[in-house]
Nanobody, 124 residues
Framework: QVQVVESGGGLVQAGGSLRLSCAAS????????MGWYRQTPGKQRELVAS???????NYADSVKGRFTISRDNAKNTVYLQMNSLKPEDTAVYYC??????????????????WGQGTLVTVSS
């Protein structure tokens, strides 16, 4: 069984910073793309940032220049450094990982795993 767990959410004033972490655990052979999504009530979950195993990153236009995604492959962890936060950034942030996991000693299966989310609230 593979799971990801987010941490680092909280309450911050506009202009402040937070760092989110997402750690994957379980029978993992390789983690391909890892990403952060966010969702507010009544809206679709949207991609904030992603990072491939190659290190190539992708950001939503609304966070470019303010957020930075990074990963530590040895720790199976992805981070989202959020600077210059705005009230519009308030949302539940979810971690997603595309994982090549072991289902047997020599058998592998690709899995897409979601975390339960961590709440980020940015006040005016």
């Amino acid at each position: 069984q593979v799971q990801v767990v987010e941490s680092g959410g909280g309450l911050v004033q506009a202009g402040g910073s937070l760092r989110l972490s997402c750690a994957a655990s379980g029978s993992i052979s390789r983690i391909n793309v890892m990403g952060w999504y966010r969702q507010t009530p009544g809206k679709q979950r949207e991609l904030v940032a992603s990072i491939a195993s190659s290190g190539i990153t992708n950001y939503a236009d609304s966070v470019k220049g303010r957020f930075t995604i990074s990963r530590d492959n040895a720790k199976n962890t992805v981070y989202l450094q959020m600077n210059s936060l705005k009230p519009e950034d308030t949302a539940v942030y979810y971690c997603n990982a595309g994982v090549l996991g072991f289902i047997a000693t020599t058998a592998l299966r690709y899995l897409e795993v979601w975390g339960q989310g961590t709440l980020v609230t940015v006040s005016s």
